[in-house]
């Protein structure tokens, strides 16, 4: 049990519609990241927030957005679904302190699962 | 381009045998990690090697990490069927804050 918490577990979609999935931090980080993992795949970064701002962003088109609250909880937003969209998303959260060992070890929730028909 | 690489991606193993899991990386990382994933799971964080010659155990696996090789190893010894997963190696970018997965390996460990 990490601490991190995603809602929903699982969600259907069509194509055009747009998504927004949740995610809950660990408490005492202020960092997010979320994943994208298709099916047979490693998990592939789309983009992390530090202290309600964008702090990198990977290779995914500007119809994933994201969000994240003062009290550090995230949302991931996808407009416009395409069916290649349906993945596992996952959510990391972490804490960004510059301590050596503690910095940057992400805590991974249990996903939320999108199926786009 | 940081790029990780896994192999085998697949592997069938007779339970009380041993065997190794390779991860090779293509630029110098801070970190390297180990992940479990069960099918239809989350992510479980197994280990984190943070420096060359690094090694750490848990139980039948153990994970060293070479940084002048850029490669990390997750060694299974005598192995039991509940260690069947999917098993990630992952980098983070020096100065960067993501992190970049292997496609994993597929563990069937037969009883």
């Known amino acids: 049990e990490t601490g991190v918490t995603q809602s929903p577990t699982h969600l259907i979609k069509t194509r055009g519609q747009q998504v927004t999935l949740r995610c809950s931090s660990q408490s005492g980080h202020n960092t997010v990241s979320w994943y994208q993992q298709a099916l047979g795949q490693g998990p592939q970064f789309i983009f992390q927030y530090y202290r309600e701002e964008e702090n990198g962003r990977g290779n995914f088109p500007p119809r994933f957005s994201g969000l994240q609250f003062p009290n550090y909880s995230s949302e991931l937003n996808v407009n416009a679904l395409e069916l290649d969209d349906s993945a596992l998303y996952l959510c990391?959260?972490?804490?960004?302190?510059?301590?050596?060992?503690?910095?940057?070890?992400?805590?991974f929730g249990a996903g939320t699962r999108l199926s786009v028909l | 381009e940081l790029k990780v690489e896994q192999n085998p991606l697949f592997l069938s193993m007779q339970e009380g045998k041993n065997y190794t899991i390779y991860c090779n990386y293509s630029?110098?990382?801070?970190?390297l990690y180990w992940y479990r994933q069960d099918p239809g799971k989350s992510l479980e964080s197994l280990f984190v090697l943070l420096s060359n010659g690094a090694v750490k155990q848990e139980g039948r696996l153990m994970a060293s990490l070479d940084t002048k090789a850029r490669l990390s190893t997750l060694h299974i010894t005598a192995a039991v069927h509940d260690l069947s997963a999917t098993y990630f190696c992952?980098?983070?970018?020096?100065?960067?804050?993501?992190?970049?997965f292997g496609k994993g390996t597929r563990l069937h460990i037969l009883p």
């Open positions: 630029t110098t990382s801070d970190r």
């Open positions: 990391a959260s972490s804490l960004a302190e510059w301590t050596a060992l503690a910095k940057n070890i992400q805590y």
């Open positions: 992952a980098v983070d970018i020096r100065g960067d804050d993501k992190i970049i």
